[in-house]
Nanobody, 130 residues
Framework: QVQLVESGGGLVQAGDSLRLSCTASGRTVSNYAIGWFRQAPGKRREGVSCVGSDFDGRTYYEDSVKGRFTISRDNAENRIFLEMINLKPEDTAVYYC??????????????????????WGKGTQVTVAR
């Protein structure tokens, strides 16, 4: 079992930066593919950025966040990060981290696929004001 807890969300102005953290417990995240997803009011949850396990370094970024968001992991602390700069009002959403033993599965879901991911956090709210 893997437990995921997100933190770092908040209310910011357009153009500001935030760093989201996801702390994992129960297993070492280096063995898992991990990713960040978001869901805005009235919209479907979408993949923001995902990366395969340490054995599979593939990385995905949703088009609208390329150049602004960076995903990373700290295996020593079992934490996953999403560095977000130049935030826009359309980035407003609840952000979730997820983990799965299947890099193929998680990366597929990140890009709109229907693979059912194993572990999800409860989310952290990011609100970007104009």
């Amino acid at each position: 079992q893997v437990q995921l807890v997100e933190s770092g969300g908040g209310l910011v102005q357009a153009g500001d930066s935030l760093r989201l953290s996801c702390t994992a417990s129960g297993r070492t995240v280096s063995n898992y593919a991990i990713g960040w997803f978001r869901q805005a009011p009235g919209k479907r949850r979408e993949g923001v950025s995902c990366v395969g396990s340490d054995f599979d370094g593939r990385t995905y970024y949703e088009d609208s966040v390329k150049g602004r968001f960076t995903i990373s992991r700290d295996n020593a602390e079992n934490r996953i990060f999403l560095e977000m700069i130049n935030l826009k009002p359309e980035d407003t959403a609840v952000y979730y981290c997820a983990a799965d033993r299947s890099s193929i599965g998680l990366l597929s879901t990140c890009q709109g696929g229907s693979y059912d991911l194993e572990y999800w956090g409860k989310g952290t709210q990011v609100t970007v004001a104009r």
